[in-house]
């Protein structure tokens, strides 16, 4: 038997949490943008870095892909303030280490972030740092909404509570499995983005994926119904991998259709052009 405890070092802070929940909604907000970015072909619409057209502090005109790609930068800065704002008052006010080193680790997550940015407009978004760049991009998520996680009341005035997390194979290792191929799908799905593979690697991680979270949470439904910090998170888990697969569908629908349209329009001799264009991973 294990003990499953959420609490005992640190006690609730709301103002801290709120703050965190705050950060974590903002950087869900800046994963849009850059995908707005890149779905509209913007990523060198702003052709220098750190600068924007010469300028450290002068916004640009609006238009065209601008929008789109200086829009992005401004995000990621106040991003940035928000991440500092984060690490500073973990620090001040959550007595657990783990959690210090997770606010730190954001930081430096953004921080590397923002570089990896940088470097794809200064060498013309070349498939590896723009792979990097987006992949990253999730995985600070990930831990920002984590952070919001561990500093919620639910989290850290909950009482402990005993389970048997020793059944075999153990809910851990499980746990891990899942991680990993998330997170390597994450890597496989921004290569498949960004031009860096085909699309088969991507749809075998996608196979990989749906089957692992649903035997994690499946596992975890099964044998701790009844412990609602596990329970919960595994409802939770499978009702995200069904909205995901509709996106994916939909997106896979979408890109599809524009294939077509371009394959009706375009004459005979130009059709191995269509290789070129961002629909044609779909299609062909």
């Known amino acids: 038997m294990n003990e499953l405890t959420n609490h005992t070092s640190t006690p609730y802070n709301r103002a801290h949490h709120n703050f965190t929940v705050v950060a974590a909604c903002f950087v869900f907000l800046l994963i849009v943008a850059g995908a707005l ?4 072909e913007a990523g060198l619409s702003v052709p220098d870095w750190p600068t924007s057209f010469g300028s450290l502090y002068r916004i640009p005109p609006l238009v065209g892909g601008v929008k789109f790609e ?18 500073v008052w973990t620090q001040r006010v959550d007595r657990r280490r783990w959690m ?39 995985t600070f ?14 989290w850290v005035e909950t009482p402990a509570t005993v389970v048997n997390l020793n059944a075999r194979p153990r809910l851990t ?11 390597l799908q994450l890597i496989m799905g921004a290569a498949f983005r960004h031009s860096g593979i085909r699309l088969l690697p991507h749809l075998i991680g996608a196979a990989v994926v749906f089957c692992m ?3 994690l949470a499946i ?15 595994a ?50």
């Open 235 to 284: 409802s939770v888990l499978l009702v995200l991998l069904g909205v995901q697969i509709a996106l994916d569908l939909a997106a896979t629908s979408r890109a599809s259709c524009g294939a077509r349209v371009y394959r009706h329009r375009w004459p005979a001799w130009s059709l191995p052009r269509l290789r070129t264009l961002p629909a044609e991973r779909w299609y062909w």
């Open 173 to 183: 290792t499980i746990a891990a499995l899942t991680v990993t191929a998330v997170w």
């Open 141 to 154: 998520f990930c831990i920002m909404v984590s952070i919001a996680f561990f500093t919620s009341k639910s």
């Open 213 to 215: 979270v649903n035997w």
């Open 70 to 87: 200086h829009g992005h930068r401004m995000l990621a800065e106040w991003i940035g303030l928000l991440t500092i704002g984060v690490a």
């Open 37 to 40: 970015v890149t779905s509209n």
């Open 219 to 233: 596992t975890t439904l099964k044998r701790h119904r009844a412990v609602p910090q596990l329970a919960k998170p």
């Open 100 to 138: 210090r080193v997770l606010a730190w680790s954001a930081l430096g997550t953004v921080i590397a972030q923002g570089i990896l940015g940088g470097l794809t407009v200064l060498f013309y978004l070349p498939p590896a740092i723009s792979t990097a760049h987006a992949t990253l991009a999730q």
